[in-house]
């Protein structure tokens, strides 16, 4: 058996084995994995994460994270996930490994991930007609894994076909530190796919979205409206697409920062996006809230309502919209007599819950 | 699989500068400096490195297997088979032979444990591993005999065993697999046991050494040639490798055909100075019409597959299973 000198320059040497072999941060993560036989990991720059275990068989990015010892270089993130007390070579492998899986990352990185990508990969991968070996070949140029767990983000402006470039590349940064995030823009609409990692469930990673993508950064406001999709398989990705533009429907402009729908969120309320706008807008209710849209004091009415029936007393309303309560109370009584209701009625309250979405939807057509 | 075996004062980065001329697979090339770097010039510590390397894995048998070591009576005395078979056998079962390397000098049963274990949870067949006996102090043709004859008693005593004497396949690696092409071709002339299929992995065939790639790799990763050298001096014994008196079923490279042969897999390692006999050995095969399935791993050396992890070990683990599967139950699971 080696002795602890030579055990320790057989780990440098393998690693540096790795290096100048030009190993993929991959399989630097399966090396690693392999010679402390237990699961490592490896989280890049742009969010993508890399797990194996000791087999060599790839894990998902999900880990418990009280397990690892880990190790961080610049921006990369290591670990190996040991099972009981640390072994002697620990410290060393994981260094030796940050280090290596730091240069093979940079050296051999397979596509530009901090750009928009191509257009025609998302489109492929978004697409439900497209057979499953297209889909896969496409999800795998993006850099995305047929079998880990995404969700994809549908992106609007103001106006149809109104999101930027620049806009959209702002987003598409923010979205990286929730995992593996891809974006292009899709006819009118942007589309982000999201490779999510680390999260309890889809609940956890839409408010980690709504948090990441709508904050405010160094005063700056982006302004936009966002469907989120429902999170599924790589190769199901067009069924979050279709869920995240039927989201986004319901999610209404604001002008001061972005505004959310959640598709998981809304349920069985996103079946309402399939009836016909002219249906609803037969509805005098519906056009009279329309109507409100067009002036300045009508678009505050409506803010007051919805932020009312959302938390469900005039205080509370008043606080989400930095109002008194009285001013609220006064915009309210305003509404009851225009629509005809009386908020403190359920059945009216669901009625305009009702017409809201309904107004929304039609504000917002299908893109 | 366990990297603690490491052996020797060599110190590692010489070993490094020196197989950095090959080409070889990232992590193949790198892991390399894991495993123990052991020549053929010293027997004993040869074997004992091989014996100290399966020693954790034949400690273990997973659920689902049932082990047991058989003495069979032989023509000369007895020799050992390890019968490995799933717990809750449905018989009769498919059968493979299993006949490990080791160069003919070293290498045993224990080696191989492990990879039996697998192959019964994968594909629940039946195992018999042989303890063959090894050279200098059983030269040709002691081991081939023992092999021809557990293959016999497998065949006699199909209905006892719990197999299907009609479903044998001969599994075979380096060494192993010089031995199972000997075996095939003194069954096919002797009117032995049919066999149902073949499986070789990198075998050792040929005791000319005449081929380019023995030629050229002398100091590969896992095989030398040097190595090569030694283990035909030994397993031939009084008979000088080369030399026009050797029988083909000692070097079955030196074989006059393979008409009649079975079915055969060929997995062949890149940098390896025993590729271009495994080459050879395809041509000649498909010449004489038997079915063969041959793939040459890339930037493999012999013995690479012990890196379990590596990507293009797992494809060549993985293709083993799906090709016995295919062969011993016509595809069906």
Redesign the interface.
């Known amino acids: 058996m080696d002795s602890d000198a030579e055990a320790a320059l057989r780990v440098i040497d393998y690693f540096d084995a790795l290096a100048m072999r030009s190993a993929t941060a991959e399989m630097v993560v399966r090396g690693a994995a392999a010679i402390s036989e237990a699961a490592a990991g490896l989280r890049l720059p742009d969010g993508t994460t890399i797990r194996f275990d000791a087999t060599g068989a790839r894990l998902s990015g999900t880990a418990d994270r009280a397990k690892h010892l880990a190790y961080s270089a610049g921006d990369v993130h290591a670990w190996i996930e040991r099972d009981g007390p640390q072994q002697a070579l620990d410290e060393l492998i994981l260094e030796r490994f940050a280090l290596t899986a730091t240069s093979a990352a940079l050296q051999n990185a397979p596509i530009a991930t901090f750009e928009l990508s191509d257009p025609s990969f998302l489109e492929v991968v978004l697409s439900v007609s497209e057979p499953l070996a297209e889909r896969s070949v496409a999800l795998r140029r993006l850099g995305l894994f047929p079998d880990s767990e995404l969700l994809v983000l549908a992106i609007a402006g103001e106006a149809p076909g109104s999101v930027t470039e620049d806009r959209l590349g702002e987003l598409l940064r923010r979205s990286r530190s929730l995992g593996t995030a891809r974006a292009a823009q899709l006819g009118p609409l942007g589309a982000i796919a999201i490779q999510t990692q680390s999260f309890a469930d889809h609940t956890e990673a839409a408010l980690a979205v709504e948090i990441t993508l709508g904050e405010s950064r160094g005063g700056e406001q982006i302004s936009f409206r966002c469907g989120i999709g429902s999170t599924v398989k790589g190769l199901d990705a067009a069924a979050s697409w279709d869920s995240a533009r039927t989201a986004l429907r319901f999610a209404r402009w604001q002008s001061n920062g972005a505004s959310f729908a959640d598709s998981d969120k809304l349920g069985a309320i996103a079946a309402l996006a399939h009836v016909a706008s002219d249906r609803w807008t037969a509805d005098w209710r519906v056009r009279s809230l329309r109507e409100l849209t067009e002036t300045i004091s009508g678009k505050t009415d409506l803010e007051v309502l919805e932020s009312y029936l959302t938390h469900g007393s005039l205080r509370m309303a008043g606080n989400s919209l930095h109002m008194h309560h009285s001013s609220v109370a006064a915009r309210l009584a305003r509404l009851e007599e225009k629509l005809h209701l009386n908020f403190s009625m359920p059945a009216d309250v669901f009625q305009a819950r009702l017409c809201i979405y309904a107004a929304t939807l039609v504000e917002h057509p299908h893109e | 699989?366990?990297?603690?075996?490491?052996?020797n004062?060599s110190?590692?980065?010489n070993?490094?500068r020196r197989w950095?001329k090959y080409a070889?697979d990232?992590?193949i090339?790198?892991?390399?400096?894991?495993l123990a770097d052991v020549s053929l010039e010293d027997i004993p510590h040869f074997r004992e490195v091989w014996r100290r390397i399966s020693l954790p894995s034949s400690a273990v048998t997973p659920p689902g297997v049932q082990h047991d070591q058989i003495e069979i009576s032989t023509r000369r005395g007895s020799v050992v088979v390890h019968r490995y078979a799933p717990q809750d056998a449905r018989q009769p079962l498919s059968a493979v032979l299993l006949l490990h390397g080791g160069a003919f000098v070293g290498g045993s049963v224990a080696s191989v444990h492990s990879q039996a274990c697998d192959l019964v949870l994968a594909l629940g067949v039946a195992i018999i591993a042989v303890e063959y006996r090894l050279a200098p102090e059983y030269p040709y043709p002691a081991g081939l005999d023992d092999c021809f004859e557990a293959l016999c008693w497998m065949r006699d005593n199909a209905e006892t065993i719990g197999i299907d004497a009609s479903r044998i396949a001969v599994h075979g690696t380096s060494a192993g697999g010089g031995l199972a092409v000997a075996l095939a071709l003194k069954s096919r002339d002797v009117g032995g046991p049919p066999i149902h299929f073949l499986f070789l992995t990198s075998p050792e065939l040929d005791d000319r050494l005449h081929t380019e790639s023995m030629t050229r790799y002398i100091d590969t990763p896992g095989l030398t040639r040097r190595d090569a050298e030694i283990s035909w001096a030994l397993y031939l014994g009084h008979q000088t490798p080369g030399s026009t008196d050797v029988s083909p079923y000692a070097a079955p490279a030196r074989a006059n055909d393979f008409l009649d042969f079975p079915p055969t897999y060929l997995a062949l390692m890149e940098f390896d100075p025993l590729r271009d006999e495994g080459l050879e050995l395809a041509r000649r095969l498909l010449s004489d019409g038997v079915p063969l399935e041959l793939h040459l791993f890339p930037g493999t050396f012999h013995g690479s597959s012990a890196?379990?992890?590596?990507?293009v070990?797992?494809r060549e683990a993985s293709e083993e299973i799906d090709v016995l599967r295919r062969r011993l139950f016509d595809g069906h699971v």
């Open positions: 699989m366990t990297y603690d075996h490491v052996e004062a110190i590692p980065d070993r490094n950095k070889l990232e992590e090339g790198a892991g390399a400096v894991l890196l379990t992890h590596a990507e070990s797992r």
